[in-house]
């Protein structure tokens, strides 16, 4: 997008239609950059959907974009080094699930993503995409993102005797996170193994630098209890801008 900002565009041909430009969240514009200098770029790229962030309606509809879904709520989780800061924040039961998980028979690690070791995650969060009917980014964009900057794809582990009942997967991009895919047995569930992860992994990034993590949307309808988890961490909501189509001829 030149000097105005920067956006990540996934390109997928459906049959014979494509290749369709399409972003996930975003763009990053520079601080600097005039609504007319963002507006250019654009118009200029090839994007066809996105999930606007930060931009505005009046520069998307300038641009050609059109508005096909209304904003949605983000959880964006704040960051600490110190373990008490981060459990501060936490609403007073989840520092109880948090402290009943620590206490549970479980042993978690934390390292790179392993194309080789953990592809059996992206296989259970399609299922619990198929059961909870919510849509995830494609696995391809995990391994592309690990090809090129494999220290930033990064997978939580919980186990049990040797036995996986856990785990979560996050994307590092500069001083940020996002929490990606996430899975739980009910041994895992009982264990409150996600609760103790999630504040692990905070803590970690806290040390690395990033000073947020987005968590994913919040859907108080469909998935209420992972609603309540994502608040219950103390993370804060923020409003994307929607999703929008580019009408070509505009």
Known sequence: MGAAGEVLIIRRKFGPFGP???ASRGPVWASDSTEKERIAALRDIRLHIMN???TGRQVLRSAGFRQMMASAEIAILGTHGDLD???AQCSGKWRNAYRKGVRSDMDITHRRFSPDKDCWVFAVDRAAQKQKGYRALPPDLVHAIAQVDPQNVTISLAKQRG???AAMMFLRHGSAAT???GWTSDTGRKANAHHVMLMQAAKRFARLGVSQIELGQIDRQRLPGLARFK???G???TMTDGTWIKIPFL
């Open 85 to 87: 800061e981060q459990l």
């Open 163 to 165: 036995t996986p009942i």
């Open 235 to 237: 993370a804060q909501i």
């Open 179 to 181: 929490y990606h895919v």
């Open 52 to 54: 606007a962030q930060n």
């Open 231 to 233: 608040l219950g961490a």
């Open 20 to 22: 369709f430009g399409f």
